[in-house]
């Protein structure tokens, strides 16, 4: 899925502040139509959108002149946020245990997003879980590392395989919508086969 542009730019000596403002409405406009699909579904209104982002419907059209392409910049606007998400814990020295909490957001972000991802599929955009973390291997690698030197994770496991396990989970939630009982079984067992055999 290719990543939505930059904001219009303006003309004249006012150009640096149309930009500043075309990004803040842009912003504004991605977390409003993110918290409307996930209230609403992803066949709420753009009208909804744009009264939730206090912003005028023409607005929302000069960023996004269709719903499809309004939907897959809220894909990647959450990808954005799980990529600063990630670099935060990577940061985050003593946070040995970053790894299963970087999986339950992954979990939860796919979960709350389902009808999104499915309307999507719809105009023929997949959405894959995989795909996604692929581009946070440079993360999840650092994250992995730090788990297993800690020795909360099992020293034979691959960044690979982590991220081939986790995306099936996530995959199969968004798929077959689960619960969320279901999900947070799905990921404690996922969780007991990354722990040390020793501890299990």
């Given at each position: 899925m290719a990543r939505e542009g930059g904001?219009?730019?303006?003309?004249?000596?006012?150009?640096r502040?149309?930009?500043?403002?075309?990004?803040?409405?842009r912003a504004r406009i991605l977390d409003a139509a993110e918290a409307v699909f996930a209230e609403q579904g992803a066949s709420a209104s753009t009208e909804a959108v744009a009264a939730h982002a206090g912003v005028?419907?023409?607005?929302?059209f000069r960023h996004f002149p269709t719903k499809p392409e309004l939907l897959q910049a809220v894909v990647m606007h959450l990808l954005d946020r799980l990529i600063t998400e990630v670099d935060?814990?990577?940061?985050?020295?003593d946070a040995v245990t970053a790894l299963f909490e970087f999986c339950a957001r992954v979990m939860a972000v796919s979960a709350r997003n389902r009808a999104v991802f499915a309307r999507l599929a719809e105009t023929g955009v997949q959405v894959r879980v995989g795909d996604a973390l692929a581009r946070l291997r440079p993360g999840i690698d650092?994250?992995?590392?730090?788990?297993?030197?800690?020795?909360?994770?099992?020293?034979?496991?691959?960044?690979?395989?982590?991220?081939?396990?986790?995306?099936?989970?996530c995959q199969a939630a968004l798929t077959d919508a689960w619960s969320e009982s279901f999900r947070r079984r799905a990921l404690s067992l996922l969780f007991d086969g990354l722990r040390p055999t020793a501890k299990r």
């Open positions: 904001p219009p730019a303006g003309g004249g000596a006012g150009e502040p149309v930009r500043a403002d075309a990004r803040r409405n005028a419907i023409g607005t929302v935060a814990m990577v940061g985050n020295q650092l994250l992995l590392e730090r788990a297993q030197k800690a020795g909360t994770v099992r020293d034979d496991l691959r960044p690979a395989e982590l991220i081939a396990l986790l995306a099936a989970v």
